[in-house]
């Protein structure tokens, strides 16, 4: 690659490279990084990126797409470059790239950078490094070791082992067992503000709603602490009693209805085939007692057996404190009176406040909100947020550390793309090398959407093979676009197999599920015409073996049949017709033109004399050239620019995949320098060797005989003797 200078409009004197055709802006200084905010965007490669779907690592992508919408545009690398030139002292050193930030490069001239220098030692204090020289991204990364050793990160959040007490501790692990917890930076479980007054809203909510029945006293509680217990009871055989009371009140309507209500006999008789339990379903979905018309519910005798337990809690429970221990029965309006003393009980557990704490207990509540623990809390929180500035320039030490590392991969396959015409590095586009049919492809892109991306992607004109991979070991799955641009398609086809090795060297299973045909090279245009030609002639010679073996058999049917036939009437076969004489004349005087022209041609190519080559290169320019020709124009039209806009990219040039670029980008199978090639093949077919050989003898002997009868054998010799 080549550079020319030229001067920008502040006085800046840009290079230039060429690559593939399109002139690329080089971005070699430090001061190329300050006056990029002036090289015109018209000149950029791409004008926009997406985040995710490149071999770059997304969490920097993630950091320089400050508006989050999962891009990067020229305006969100500015900025990043802006501020990255502002925080190092010499900004070439962003060019160079590499592992570690070194902590001599940071610009802490400014408060900014004196917080970020401040904030990188406290790092490498806490990871047990003080005496390092530099950061890498690795370090900023792991906040789970940088903050395990402090009690306070500043992100107002406050695990248990914050609190110097035990009391503190317990509320803090009970307030995250009931209304969740906040993860710290160390990675801890623990609460925040928001926590805090949530838990002690629902102390205060639950408390509140708890004592209102005290206070309400027998409204509520009609039968003191043991109301709960009671109304449980109560609620168990509730539905059962509305039942049996209900069907009491339609027999007394007509007593015709008491029988069915009551269950038919041969419901019963079904029942007697089954081995029943007290606990049966079949059994407890019998009525509650017999039905009769104004019938009380028995509670002792005569109650259904699956129902007898619940029915005796409800009387010791519920009947005894409420109706007197001497009751045997119970009438629908004792039901009644029972279920409005109940009622206020009812209503206030539908209006509970403070569920989420309700497990804790009413003591523990109450000895929590007469505590002073809450205040300890919000000093522990306050004291931990008083620290968020110093922590805080974390963040930008992971920043300007990645940007250290990444940004000028980054700039290189954005503003220009020298790292995909160099052939030295991969672009970050370039998911991996595909291996398959004796070549390997180099250009290989991911995709996501296969559909959406086949719909643009042929107008890159390149021969593109789409391949689902596949990594057994670990599940993963993925879809490449791969780009054959070298050798032929000829054993290119759905569902070929090949080994796709990704950027870290993984190898996945490949297999083609999509095709879009381009031409590939001038060679392959080159063969096309005759491989058409000889695939014809195949599929038109195995089409008539097919048609006479057809014809074969169906006359060797016939003449079965016909025998049979014969030898049971009796009678012989009728002659078939003879060949007819007249048509073998006509066949023979067809051959004769067909030879006869064949023959003037082959003589007038032979009466070129000297000029027989240009004669032969004319003919193969006839055949070849109109393929060769229109492969050439779609070749020279190679495009990278729609494949990477199908991929979501905006790309601003022309960015060509010229002969050279393609050839390399693609590499066949070649013998390795040095290698001894045997061209003895054991399994070669020898008798079709002689036959080949036996069929170019009798086209020269054509050749010579052909010539002699255009100028006799004398006239020949005398002309060769005379030259």
């Keep these: 690659m080549s550079g020319h200078s030229t001067p920008s409009g502040n006085g800046h004197a840009w290079k230039f490279f060429r690559a593939g055709g399109l002139d690329q802006a080089l971005l070699q200084s430090g001061a190329d990084l300050l006056a990029l905010d002036q090289l015109d965007q018209k000149l950029w490669v791409a004008l926009s990126c997406p985040t995710r779907g490149l071999e770059f690592d997304s969490k920097t992508l993630d950091l320089i797409d400050t508006d989050k919408d999962g891009r990067i545009r020229v305006p969100d690398l500015l900025a990043a470059v802006k501020w990255a030139c502002e925080h190092v002292k010499n900004p070439g050193d962003l060019l160079k790239g590499g592992g570690a930030l070194p902590l001599g490069a940071i610009n802490d001239t400014h408060d900014s950078g004196k917080q970020l220098m401040a904030s990188a030692k406290e ?23 940088i903050f395990a050793q402090t009690r306070f990160n500043g992100d107002g959040v406050i695990p248990p082992a914050s609190a110097a007490d035990d009391e503190t501790k317990l509320i803090i692990g ?34 509140s709603w708890w004592h209102k029945a005290k206070a309400e006293g027998a409204s ?39 029988g069915p209500l009551n269950r038919s006999e041969a419901e019963f008789v079904a029942l007697a085939a089954k081995e029943l339990t007290n606990g049966s379903a079949e059994l407890a979905a019998l009525p509650l007692a017999r039905v009769e018309a104004g019938r009380a519910l028995p509670l002792k005798e005569g109650v259904n057996p699956a129902w007898a337990a619940a029915i005796d809690r409800l009387q010791r429970e519920v009947i005894t404190p409420l109706c007197g221990a001497d009751k045997t029965s119970l009438t629908a309006g004792d039901w009644e009176t029972i279920g409005a003393k109940l009622a206020g009980y009812e209503a206030w557990l539908g209006g509970k406040a403070g569920s989420v704490v309700e497990k804790l207990g009413i003591q523990r509540i109450e000895q929590i909100l007469a505590g002073k623990t809450r205040d300890e809390l ?8 008083a620290l968020e500035p110093e922590f805080a320039a974390i963040a930008a030490v992971d920043k300007l550390a990645r940007l250290y590392r990444d940004l000028a991969t980054l700039l290189n396959n954005f503003v220009s793309f020298p790292d995909f015409y ?137 003449a079965v049949t016909d025998v049979g036939k014969a030898a049971e009437t009796g009678k012989s076969l009728e002659q078939k017709p003879k060949l007819d004489t007249g048509l073998i004349a006509a066949l023979g005087v067809a051959a004769a033109g067909l030879g006869g022209m064949i023959g003037g041609i082959t003589s007038a190519f032979l ?4 000029l027989m080559p240009l004669g032969i290169l004319g003919l193969i320019l006839l055949i070849s050239g109109p393929s060769m020709v229109l492969a050439w124009l779609k070749l020279r039209k190679r495009n990278l620019g729609p494949l990477l806009d199908a991929n ?25 320098p040095g290698a001894i090639h045997s061209l003895e093949d054991p399994f070669e077919d020898k008798d079709a060797r002689q036959r080949r050989r036996v069929w170019v003898l009798i086209a020269l002997l054509a050749a010579i005989v052909i010539i002699l009868n255009q100028k006799g054998v004398p006239e020949f010799l005398g002309e060769r003797f005379a030259k």
Excluded at 607 to 610: E, F, T, V
């Design 378 to 385: 919000n000093r522990l929180i306050a004291s931990d947020k």
């Design 607 to 610: 009466g070129l004399g000297p």
């Design 220 to 258: 509520i509680l009609p039968m003191g602490d043991a109301t709960p217990s009671a109304y449980d009871a109560f609620k168990a055989v509730r539905a059962k009693v509305d039942d049996y009371f209900a069907r009491c009140r339609i027999a007394a309507f007509d007593s015709r209805a008491a």
């Design 123 to 145: 790092i490498l204090k806490n990871l047990g490094k003080p005496d390092a020289s530099a950061i890498t991204v690795e370090d900023t990364t792991d906040t789970a070791k």
């Design 422 to 558: 160099s052939r030295q590095k991969k672009a970050i586009f370039q998911c991996g090398t595909l291996f398959l049919d004796g070549r390997s492809c180099d250009l290989c892109i991911k995709v996501d959407d296969v559909g959406k991306h086949a719909a643009l992607a042929p107008l890159s004109k390149m021969y593109l093979a789409y391949c689902d991979c596949v990594r057994k070991v670990s599940n993963e799955k993925m879809t490449i676009a791969a780009v054959f641009s070298a050798g032929d398609s000829d054993n290119l086809m759905v569902g070929r197999n090949g080994i796709f090795y990704d950027r870290a060297g993984r190898d996945w299973d490949a297999t083609i599920t999509k095709i879009v045909e381009n031409p590939i090279s001038i060679g392959q245009a080159f063969w096309s015409p005759y491989k058409k030609v000889v695939r014809f002639i195949e599929e038109q010679v195995t089409k008539r073996a097919a048609a006479a073996d057809a014809a074969a058999s169906g006359k060797l049917t016939s």
């Design 174 to 207: 009970e307030i995250i067992g009931t209304v969740g917890a906040e993860a710290d930076r160390s990675g801890a479980p623990g609460v925040n503000q928001a926590k805090v007054d949530a838990f002690f809203g629902e102390l205060q909510s639950y408390h």
């Design 648 to 672: 979501g990219w905006a790309i601003n040039g022309y960015v060509k995949v010229n002969f050279l670029l393609g050839r390399m980008l693609t590499k066949t199978a070649q013998l390795p």
